[in-house]
């Protein structure tokens, strides 16, 4: 009882907006990004069509960083692409899985559910909600895009099947080396790690970008980290490394105004912004994924879109 006293009190503390964790998007200082490119750069862009979990595809799983352990995120995800995706997936189930992607891309992107925390939610009394801290009603994105680019100094390599990438960190408050990224439709040249109070009919935003520096051999690692890593400066890979597409994941929320609301983190991390984050393994057919590579090493602009219902 005194748990769970204690996980109510959390929710009540971080749900009601208080202290630093909200800022206006108004005043967030403009951002500007310049990126320079080389000759061999690759310039392309490929979007995938991957839906906005319509079908409701959520769980407390994570099967990226705890396989096997069922509600091991202690929170709640949200999924795109491959319909079966739980703590108990294995490379062989993915590839049989259903998806949401056009293509027949079966990989799984997920992240964090967002709740409005003035509403009780579902799991109210389940492990991944408010059992963890995470009360309130969970809030579907209202739209979601699935990108990948490529390199500004080199041609980009084919992502090997099964590789698995994480982007942010999830115990930020505590470790520190985050890399959340928050914004407002209409406002994002500005850019924050903190939630966003956005002017009326602009939408909450955020944005993961992926590591995309592969070594060249391993799919996963201990960490699930050390395997793929970010480019340094300028864009380039660390020796040892080389290019893969850079997968980009911008999701949208309609907050209506003035309403709190926070996303799900483990409860030690008072449901902090700066610890957003997300997983992402790749289950691309061979012939998708050479589309990807070509399109961006040839500077196109692609995309791959669900076929209308008839």
Known sequence: MKVRSLLSLVVVITGCGTGDQFVAIDEVPVSVESVVTTPDASTGTFELDCGRNEERHLNADNVVSSPGLRHGAHHTHEYVGNLSTDFASTDRSLAAGGTTCAGQDRSTYYWPVLRLTDRTGHDHHQQGGGVHGNSGEVLPPSSVAVSFTGSPVSEVLAMPRFLRMIT?????????????????????????????????GSEVVRTFEFPSCWDGRNTDSASHRSHVVFPVAGGVCPPGTFPVPKLRVR????????????????????????????????????????????????????????????
């Open 168 to 200: 942010g960190e999830p115990a930020a408050l505590t470790n520190g080396g985050g890399r959340a990224r928050w914004s407002c439709t209409g406002f994002e040249d500005r850019r924050t790690d903190r939630y966003p109070r956005c002017a009326q």
């Open 251 to 310: 999701v949208t929320h309609d907050v209506p105004e003035g309403r709190p609301f926070a996303i799900d983190s483990f409860p030690e991390q008072l449901r902090d912004p700066g610890t957003d984050h997300a997983m992402f393994i790749s289950v691309f057919p061979d012939e998708l994924m050479a589309r990807v590579v070509d399109c961006l090493n040839a500077g196109r602009r692609c995309a791959e879109k669900k076929s209308a219902p008839r």
